[in-house]
Structures are given as C-alpha cells and as structure tokens.
C-alpha cells in the first residue's frame, strides 16, 4: 500500500469499552454496509435488514440509560459511532441519527411509567423512529406548525401534516409536535404516536437527489387518536422539548458530515495514489497534495469541533451554541471536501462508476436538514449579541 493511502481515524476514546465498541461498529460498516451502499443508494432501497442488526448489536440506543435498554455511552463516543457509519452509508448514519433523535422526548422528559412501557422496545427491539416537526408550511419556523391536538376525554386526536420526515411512512413510532393551545412556541405539546396508528399514512417519498435509500416523506394524520399517558411532557412544553431534542440531532448531523468527508477524502486518496500521469503518482503534484491537505485539515477541525460540543453535553453545560457552530463548520466542510474530491478524481469523479459523485450529492443535504445553515448563524450569533431587536 503506498505511504499516501488513507489510513483509519486514529479516534481518541475514553474507555476500553469504547474502543471495542468502535472496532464493532468498523467490522459492521466494513462487512456489511459499505459493500452494498452504492448498489442500495442506487436502488432506492431502504435497508431495514441493517438497522436490525444494529438494534441487535446494541446500536440504536447508545446514548440512553441501560435500564431501559440502552448503551450507556457518553455522546462523544456515539456520535463517532455515527461517524463511522455514515462514512460507510450516509442512509444508515443518519438514520440512526433520526432515530435517536425520536427516542430523545421519551427518555428525557417521559415519565418513569412511560420510560419502562415504550423505551426497552425503541432502543433495543428492532423499532425505528421518526421526528415529526416540520410542516409543508413551517420549516425554519417551526413554532408556527399547524398539525393540531384536541382532547377527547382521556384521549387525544391529532390532525395535520407533517413533512420532509426521515423513515416518513415506514417508521414504527414517530415523535410528534403538535398544537394543544395558544399560537406560537408555548401552544406546542409533544406525542408518541405508533406508527401502525389508525388514521396515519406515509405519502410517496419525495425524490431526492441524494440519499435515494431513505425515505423522506410527507407524514398524514387524520383524527389518530392517542391516549394522554403518551402525551410527553407538560401540555405546552412541545417546543421546547423539540429545541433541545435539536441540540443534540444538529451533533448527529455534525458526525455524518464528517463521516462523509472522511469518506470522500480517502476515496480521494486512494485515486491519487494510484492515478499516474507523467510518470507517477498523481499525489506527488504539489496542486493536489495542498488539495488533500485542507481537506484532511478542515475535517479533523470538524471532528474535534463535535467533540468539544459533545464534551459539553457530557458534563452537563450549556452547548447549544456549540453544535450549532458544529453543524454549521462540519457540513460545510462535508460540501467543500466532496467538491474537491470529485475535483481530484477529474472526469472520473463526475461518473457513478466512482462513490465521490454520491458523496457530493449526499453532503448537500446536510447543510438544510435539522436547521439549515442559514439559521445555526441565526442561533450562534443570538449566543453572541442577544435576541434581534424589533
């Protein structure tokens, strides 16, 4: 192998059971998801057989107490996780990602009675999640959705859209927002819906220029009816707990932008290893090796961006600010890398034949999901110079 061929991230852990966990999840990706991602993407197939076998493994509650089923880890070793296996299939990544982020609700502001009924089957059961918050007219302003909640009795009914919803229609259960009061921020309260509920339907998933794998769909509810004991929360608390469920979903997304540019760099790499124009290598150049070289450099600042962020979370700090600068430098950078790495590899980049054009196409979303990066600006520069005056 020459000097120049990608090496795996030399991850800094914390624990024993965290490197074995990551060496796990490397022979996973490497065995079982990379091989057939291009094909999958290809197809439009979604892989549950996957997400089976991670919830078979343990990897769909890392971040989650183990009384209910969960892994223990702090974030900074799951959202590596995520890395890795986003770099292997962004459909799996982030689903994972969404998936964690729709078990937040439940487990951090359930009751201990709702806690030991639903989360021992979410996290570690073989059920996939889905977020439901977003709206065909409500995206950046989330506050002003208009999928409503009426009490009936001891029961709830629900009725309204939801959009652009990842597992959109094949979820089993979807945490959803929905207005029980007021307009604005204050009249939002938080529900878990099962997804076999009557009166829920998947609309057809959206056709996307990247991540053909996982559905993103438009969520129906027509009068689905839900007792109050899967209410979350306070009446009125929706939003926020949506805000903070969103903290630490924009970290996934961090992780899975560098795990795609990690990606698209080693792809990168391995051409300009052994691409020989004029009688060697083409990494010998000077104008590719200062390419590689910010690319390798503007993805270690983003993985140790996340981390910083994760950390925070760890120990219990405020770090919104921080993984909304992190979702912002990482998927930014997941744009520019794929860009050059589709650059590196010339016309040959530019073809499915190679993985660079998928991870170009992939990286993109990522700067719109969970908050575009228009408003992470919004978010850091309120940490910085307060609220907007009117």
């Not at 502001?109 to 439901?132: D, I, N, V």
């Not at 002003?144 to 009795?153: H, I, Q």
Request: a negative charge; aromatic letters at 6%.
């Amino acid at each position: 192998m020459p000097d120049h061929a990608p090496q795996p991230v030399d991850r800094q852990l914390p624990t024993d059971e965290a490197r074995d966990l990551l060496s796990l999840v490397r022979d996973i990706a490497q065995r079982e998801i990379a091989p057939r991602a291009a094909e999958g993407e290809d197809a439009g197939h979604f892989p549950r057989e996957l997400f089976t076998l991670l919830s078979e493994s343990g990897l769909l509650g890392l971040p989650y107490d183990s009384e209910y089923g969960g892994g223990d880890q702090p974030y900074e070793v799951y959202l590596q996780v995520l890395e890795e296996l986003a770099a292997a299939r962004l459909t799996v990544g982030l689903g994972v990602s969404v998936h964690t982020l729709a078990s937040y609700a439940l487990a951090a502001y359930g009751t201990k009675e709702q806690r030991a009924e639903h989360l021992p089957a979410m996290l570690g059961g073989g059920l996939l999640g889905g977020y439901c918050l977003s709206e065909p007219a409500s995206g950046s302003d989330a506050a002003s959705l208009r999928t409503k909640a009426v009490r009936d009795g001891d029961d709830w009914v629900i009725t309204g859209t939801k959009a652009w919803i990842t597992h959109g229609g094949i979820a089993d259960f979807y945490t959803v927002m929905a207005r029980t009061g007021e307009d604005g921020p204050r009249g939002i309260s938080a529900f878990l819906v099962p997804g076999d509920a009557e009166g829920l339907s998947g609309a057809a998933p959206e056709k996307k220029m990247g991540m053909r794998g996982s559905p993103t769909a438009q969520v129906h509810l027509d009068g689905v009816r839900v007792g109050d004991d899967r209410r979350i929360g306070e009446e009125g608390q929706g939003f926020a707990i949506a805000l903070s469920a969103l903290d630490g979903g924009r970290l996934g997304i961090a992780a899975c932008a560098v795990g795609v540019a990690q990606a698209a760099l080693d792809e990168a790499l391995r051409y300009a290893a052994e691409r020989r124009q004029f009688g060697r290598p083409i990494a010998d150049f000077q104008g590719l090796r200062f390419m590689l070289a910010d690319m390798a450099t503007q993805i270690e600042a983003g993985r140790a961006l996340y981390l910083a962020a994760a950390r925070l979370r760890d120990a219990g700090r405020p770090f919104a600010k921080q993984a909304a600068m992190a979702k912002l430098h990482c998927t930014d950078t997941a744009m520019r890398v794929t860009t050059d790495a589709v650059q590196i590899l010339g016309g040959y980049g530019y073809t499915a034949d190679f993985p660079a054009e998928r991870y170009l196409r992939e990286a993109k979303v990522l700067q719109i999901v969970e908050g575009t990066n228009q408003i992470q600006r919004m978010v850091i520069a309120r940490h910085l110079a307060g609220p907007e005056t009117r």
